[in-house]
């Protein structure tokens, strides 16, 4: 019987472990799974030691920081008492990249599932990430080939949401879930889900989009908003900037958003990623707080040379980006219009985001159990 200890500690990892578990439990049925669980894992069958807590923010972090380390401290006494035959951290590196390297020093295979971000920035984590682990599960393909080169055992599995997204073009049936009807092209503002960013963001959007109504009156605008403050907001800044502005907004659904536009003005994150996979052309925005825009820029923190996941996924950028001062209308509309009066240009790019698409869809749960299970079975696991 295979006996695995499993560690997430957000909503995100909470969901990735519970695809864990049952990708492993449809391979050995009799696998007992016990860790740090939300409730989609103990939903999948793990056994709950100890309850996630999501903390957002480093001075909430501070706040929970006594309890979240006494949490730790008791998981790590838990295993080094009753040895798993596998520990798999999930994501959340913070917290579990300090475990991880107690319990393989006392002899425990240990995994860890989504690579921290040590190819963008701090990478003299990458000493830590070795003395963790002995496997790596990796979401993006560069990152494995990143930390082979430091020597850390790393393997490409897919990323879940490629998994989750289908490859075939549901725009049509997007329009017609949301109830949009023929008229002229559809631009989606994706100023961000979280209220900073789209206090950096919001207006610069809106007044994009009003700039590329001047020119073309055809254009129409749709924003998916997650929460009705997020809603309010926008509204208010809507109000202030361009109430004439023909833009719906919609509660939610940020896919069938996606789907139904044909360009994406978007704020750089895991929105990109999903515009990537939807095949939407995109224009990307960024601004950073004006302190950690000096710091990055005068320590050289980030080492990557695009800031939009997408643009790291293709063979070569195909996202026009824009950072903090280059973030006003005409210059994010005059990219925007640029694309819209290409149609080769967003050919090339669907057609290359379908094959990236491809590339990425690995049923990562799967392939990440079967990698697992063949550590287990190097580590002297008899199943």
Known sequence: MLRVGIVANEVSGDQLGASLIAAIRARHPDAVFEGMTGPEMEAAGCRSLARIEPVMGLVEVLRHLRGLLRIRKGLERHFMDHPPDLFVGVDAPDFNLR?????????????????PTVWAWRERRVKAIREAVDLMLCIFPFEAEFLARHRVPAVFVGHPLADEIGLEDEGAAARERLDIGPGGPLIALLPGSRMSELRSLGTAFIETA??????????????????????????????????????????????????????????????????????RPMV????????????????????????????LLTPEPLAPEFLQEQCRPEVLGGALLALLDDAPRRELIRATYRQTHRTMRQDAADNAAGRLLDLCARRGWRG
């Open 210 to 279: 009003r700039w590329c109504a001047e020119r073309r009156p055809d254009l129409r605008f749709i924003v998916p908003l997650v929460n009705p403050q997020l809603r309010a907001e926008f509204t208010r800044r809507l109000e202030a900037s361009a109430p004439e502005l023909a833009l719906r907004m919609v509660d939610g659904r940020s896919r069938d958003v996606i789907r139904s536009a044909e360009l994406v003005l978007t704020a750089s994150g895991t929105a990109t990623l999903e515009a990537l996979l939807l095949g």
């Open 284 to 311: 990307v925005a960024y601004r950073l707080h004006w302190l950690t825009h000096w710091l990055v820029k005068r320590f050289n923190l980030v080492k990557i040379p695009h800031f939009a996941m997408a643009n």
């Open 99 to 115: 475990l991880e390297r107690r319990l393989k020093a006392s002899g425990i295979p240990t995994a860890h599932f989504v690579s």
